[in-house]
Structures are given as structure tokens and as C-alpha cells.
């Protein structure tokens, strides 16, 4: 009986711990699938019927503003293209020909050719750019050579020295040999400082500037000043930015080439010339053809044209009396005083003398008919 008593009352206490565990685990477990719940419902936002209706409203009206935008600009736009197409047609002319009376052949014309490949030589030497050269004379189909250059090996070292942004050889050149040359110099030395200051030595950079002060440049103490006040503030330039720009690297690479070599070409000022004369003559073709419909032809014995150049070149003749460009049936006649003039001029002066003897109108001397020289530019 007390046994009983004893048992039953530990099997209901064994029996209400199990049913606790039981209630426990059921609630962790509805805990844990409310929170995953909760979690699902967080990582998928929903957005009501009444925000759906005003975002879909929003994104009509900005459909309809860029709508109207588009349409506004449309036309403009398209107007404006139309009309630059028409520009470029109106201003720039595919068809160069027919514009000079003894138009030259490069392409097809072995001999124009060559006379084309000199001139491109020359043109890379008087830049001191021999190493192009030489590899233009390697890879042009041509009888090239290259052309006797006095100090040739002072050349290819200096510019090889400049174009690794070595200034010191080409600053001990000039300071032996052109001495006159100061305005190249102090630029040269000016940009040695400038390259001291980008490689991170400042102090040596500090130094030359005390060096150059020195020398007897007492037309540069303004720019020795802007020089100086550089080196003291680097990296910050103020307003002396322009003494780093890289447009002074190529100025000086061609003036320095320019000094070490008296070699000189000719292209540059050829194709200045002909950058210039060809719209006056294209603004000359379409006159003539307007005056004369179905006629392209130019004028055949005038000048149509004065392009103004640094240095005048006179490939042919211009009589100062007649003022008539020289042909090959009115060629320029030397007299005997010196003075050239065309044929046709010295025929009218002929005619009005005697004996074959005409005078000069420039000069009191006389000239006979027979012993006046025809000239060949």
C-alpha cells in the first residue's frame, strides 16, 4: 500500500515533465515556423493596390513627358542635320581636279613620284628625325639615298638624347657651338628644370635654377621668376601650368633640329600654299562655270590668284610690264642691262624703235634685238 503510494505519485510527476517537454518542443516548433514566416514575408515585399495604381500612374505621365520631348526636339534636330549634310556637300569638293592648267600626276608619274619622296626626305631630315627617314628610304619603292649632312652622327645623338628627355647634350651644343642661339637655350634648360621636377628631384632642380641665374640672361628675369617660384611650389604650378604642356616638347625638338643642321625642305611651305590657293581656285572654277555653262576650264595665261606666303617662291615669270604671267610662247627675255621682261613686251618695245634697238624702261641703256637671252626657270 505505501509502495502504492510512493509510485504513483513519481509516474504522475514523470508523466507531467513528459507533457511539459511536449508542450515546450510544440512551442519552440511554432516559434521557429512563425519566424520563418515572418522571415519569408520580409524577403518578399508586396506593394498595395492603391501604391500599384499611383506608380503606374507615374510612369504614364513620364511616358507621355518624354513623349512630348522627343517631338519638341525631333524637327530641330533633324533640320539641323539636313542642313550640315548640305554644308559639308556645298563646302567640301571631292573633285580637285581641272583647278591648275598643268595638273602633275604623283601616283601613276614615276618621275613626279620621286620629285614627292625627295621632298618627304627632306622634309623628315630638316626635322631630325633620321631615324624616320631612314626607314622611309627602306620601305619607299624609290632610288633614295640618304643625303650628305655635315655633323650627321651630333645629329642622331642629340635628337636621340632629346626624345628620352635627355636636354643636357643639346644644352652643351648650343653653349659651344651656338652660342647666339640664347633663346633656344634658355628654353632647353628651362625644360631640363621642368624634367627634374616630374622625375621627384626637386632639389636638383633647385640647384640648376641657382646655376642658371648666373648666366647673363637678363632678358628672361620675368621667366626666371615664373621658373623659380615653380620649382619652390611643385606640384603645385599656379598659374604656371603652361610651362609643362606638351605642346613646348615638339616646338623645341624641331627649332633645336633646326640649329644643329642647315638642312632645309621645302614641303611645308608647298603644302601651306596649296592649302590656301585651293579655295580661291575652287571659288574661280565655279565662276567660270557659271559664266560659261558646261565649261571647266581655267584661265589659261593669268595669274587667278595672289596667296600670300612667309617665303615668296617665283617658279615662273610675271612680266612687270605687261603684267602677264610667262608662257611657253611669251617666255621672260633677259636684256643686256640685266633687266628680264617678256617677249611680247620686248617685240612692242622693237617695234617702236629703230634698228633693232630698244630701250630699257627701267634704265637708260639700250639693248639690241639679238643679243637679249631667253630664261629658263
Not at 99 to 123: M, V
Not at 134 to 140: D, G, L
Not at 156 to 162: L, N, V
Not at 172 to 178: G, S, T, V
Amino acid at each position: 500500500m505505501c509502495t502504492e503510494l510512493i509510485i504513483e505519485p513519481a509516474e504522475q510527476i514523470n508523466k507531467s515533465l513528459d507533457s511539459a517537454e511536449i508542450v515546450e518542443l510544440s512551442e519552440d516548433s511554432k516559434s521557429n515556423e512563425s519566424g520563418e514566416q515572418q522571415e519569408e514575408n520580409c524577403g518578399e515585399p508586396e506593394l498595395s493596390v492603391h501604391a500599384q495604381y499611383i506608380l503606374l500612374e507615374a510612369l504614364n505621365n513620364l511616358k507621355k513627358i518624354l513623349g512630348e520631348m522627343a517631338q519638341e526636339h525631333k524637327h530641330p534636330i533633324h533640320h539641323l542635320i539636313s542642313r550640315c549634310g548640305k554644308s559639308i556637300d556645298n563646302k567640301f569638293y571631292s573633285d580637285l581636279s581641272k583647278l591648275l592648267k598643268s595638273e602633275k600626276e604623283i601616283e601613276t608619274d614615276p618621275e613626279n613620284l620621286a620629285h614627292a619622296n625627295r621632298l618627304i626626305l627632306e622634309h623628315l631630315i630638316g626635322l631630325g628625325r633620321t631615324d624616320v627617314a631612314e626607314t622611309f628610304i627602306k620601305e619607299s619603292d624609290s632610288s633614295l639615298s640618304m643625303p650628305d649632312i655635315s655633323n650627321s652622327e651630333t645629329l642622331r645623338e642629340i635628337m636621340s638624347a632629346f626624345k628620352q628627355f635627355n636636354y643636357l647634350p643639346a644644352i652643351e651644343w648650343l653653349k659651344d657651338c651656338a652660342p647666339e642661339k640664347k633663346d633656344l637655350l634658355f628654353r632647353l634648360q628651362c625644360q631640363h628644370i621642368i624634367r627634374l621636377l616630374e622625375t621627384s628631384d626637386k632639389m636638383a632642380a633647385l640647384k640648376y635654377v641657382r646655376e642658371l641665374q648666373s648666366f647673363p640672361f637678363e632678358d628672361y628675369k620675368e621667366e626666371l621668376s615664373h621658373l623659380m617660384f615653380v620649382v619652390i611650389s611643385y606640384p603645385q604650378k599656379g598659374p604656371y601650368e603652361y610651362l609643362f604642356h606638351s605642346g613646348r616638347w615638339f616646338g623645341l625638338e624641331e627649332e633645336l633640329a633646326q640649329a644643329l643642321t642647315d638642312y632645309r625642305s621645302s614641303l611645308t611651305a608647298i603644302l601651306s600654299a596649296g592649302a590656301k590657293t585651293v579655295p580661291s581656285l575652287l571659288t574661280m572654277r565655279a565662276f567660270l562655270s557659271s559664266a560659261r555653262p558646261g565649261s571647266t576650264s581655267t584661265l589659261s595665261d593669268e595669274l587667278p590668284c595672289n596667296v600670300p606666303i612667309p617665303e615668296q617662291v617665283h617658279s615662273s615669270f610675271c612680266c612687270p610690264i605687261l603684267k602677264v604671267q610667262s608662257t611657253e610662247t611669251n617666255p621672260p627675255v633677259r636684256l643686256c642691262c640685266g633687266h628680264v621682261i617678256s617677249m611680247d613686251a620686248m617685240n612692242k618695245l622693237a617695234q617702236q624703235s629703230r634698228n633693232n634697238r630698244l630701250k630699257c624702261p627701267y634704265c637708260p641703256l639700250e639693248s639690241v634685238l639679238q643679243e637679249t637671252k631667253v630664261l629658263h626657270f
